[in-house]
């Protein structure tokens, strides 16, 4: 009988012990109510100590313990839960919930083993019901509680996308930047060479595009650049990159397309700039022109060997006299 009256003992300490571990983590009260953190971690040490008395056979401290820690403790978490739920952590109103159910429990018990209620069926039912109950809030607790992660991962992960893109985009055209260019140019070789597919790269530079800066000013530069950066993704397919390589030069890399297709695509690209008119602020009418050189890509080359062709055939349409596409 002795035996068995020091394991209730041991088994109650281990019971106080993962609940005070369950609400710190549940609440993450290290964080939210530091103070209360600190008298819950005093009660998991006092748990052991507890569990240490009951097996040295040191009942009455126990139970002096027991009564003490069983009284504080609820409070603390019944305290903990409270301010969690009024910082608008939603999950606490279940734990809150189950805590003032457990509460009820140990305040009846401690009552009727007092004397003050009588042992009835209701007292008697009462225990396993109530804790029946505390387990149902806490599983709804939990289940809120991983909703909530849920979303706020899903949220995280859309953080994240959204910052990489921004990371890959330039900020006036939304075309991508040469950092995305560099990354996707090296996979697009790879993938060339793996299929054994055409890959061409377009280079375009706007026709004396400081004259345009210099005379209509930079305003209407940049109306022009992002004009461009539109006519770049209207004339090229959803898995062609075209992406701004830096001040008015831009590159289209066309995977899976021989030189013919793409320098039909770069003379899509030329028409379209001849036909646009821009206009300044105070209404002055200009036109701008592109001029672009095409490399396709060559068994065994480097990327930065494909950008060096195609940048000669771009120097070359600068020559021959300017919006033109040379390949």
């Known amino acids: 009988m002795q035996k068995n009256f020091y394991l209730i003992y041991?088994?109650?300490?281990?019971?106080?012990?993962?609940?005070?571990?369950?609400?710190?983590?549940?609440?993450?009260t290290y964080k939210n109510t530091p103070l209360i953190d600190k008298i819950l971690l005093a009660h998991m040490v006092l748990a052991i100590v507890w569990i240490f008395m009951s097996f040295s056979g040191m009942y009455y401290?126990?139970?002096?313990?027991?009564?003490?820690?069983?009284?504080?403790?609820?409070?603390?978490?019944?305290?903990?839960?409270?301010?969690?739920?009024?910082?608008?952590?939603?999950?606490?109103?279940?734990?809150?919930?189950?805590?003032?159910v457990l509460s009820a429990?140990?305040?009846?018990?401690?009552?009727?083993?007092?004397?003050?209620?009588?042992?009835?069926?209701?007292?008697t039912y009462f225990y396993p019901v109530a804790v029946a109950l505390e387990s149902i809030l806490l599983s709804l607790a939990l289940a809120?509680?991983?909703?909530?992660?849920?979303?706020?991962?899903?949220?995280?992960?859309?953080?994240?996308?959204r910052l990489l893109v921004l990371s890959n985009t330039d900020g006036l055209t939304k075309l991508y930047n040469k950092r995305y260019f560099d990354e996707n140019l090296k996979t697009e070789i790879i993938m060339s060479s793996n299929l054994d597919t055409p890959l061409s790269l377009l280079i375009l530079d706007l026709d004396d595009f400081k004259k345009v800066n210099d005379v209509y000013g930079h305003p209407a530069g940049d109306q022009v650049l992002v004009r461009l950066g539109e006519i770049i993704r209207d004339s090229v397919r959803d898995n062609d990159c075209g992406c701004r390589y830096g001040g008015e030069e831009f590159v289209v890399i066309l995977?899976?397309?021989?030189?013919?297709?793409?320098?039909?695509?770069?003379?899509?690209?030329?028409?379209?700039?001849?036909?646009?008119?821009?206009?300044?602020?105070?209404?002055?009418?200009?036109?701008?022109?592109?001029?672009?050189?095409?490399?396709?890509?060559?068994?065994?080359?480097?990327?930065?060997?494909?950008?060096e062709r195609a940048d000669q055939a771009l120097y070359r349409a600068k020559r021959e006299g300017k919006n033109r596409i040379v390949g």
């Open 61 to 100: 401290p126990v139970q002096h313990l027991s009564s003490l820690l069983g009284v504080i403790f609820p409070v603390m978490a019944i305290a903990a839960g409270g301010v969690a739920f009024f910082n608008g952590f939603r999950p606490a109103g279940y734990f809150l919930a189950a805590w003032s």
């Open 255 to 307: 995977p899976g397309t021989d030189k013919d297709k793409a320098m039909d695509v770069g003379e899509r690209i030329r028409r379209a700039v001849c036909a646009d008119t821009f206009s300044t602020a105070d209404n002055k009418k200009f036109s701008v022109t592109v001029s672009m050189g095409l490399a396709r890509l060559n068994r065994g080359e480097t990327g930065t060997e494909l950008i």
């Open 10 to 28: 041991v088994f109650s300490g281990c019971g106080l012990f993962f609940a005070v571990w369950f609400c710190r983590a549940f609440l993450q």
């Open 105 to 123: 429990v140990i305040l009846v018990w401690a009552l009727r083993g007092m004397g003050v209620i009588p042992q009835t069926p209701v007292i």
């Open 144 to 161: 809120d509680r991983i909703r909530i992660l849920r979303l706020q991962k899903r949220a995280l992960q859309v953080r994240e996308r």
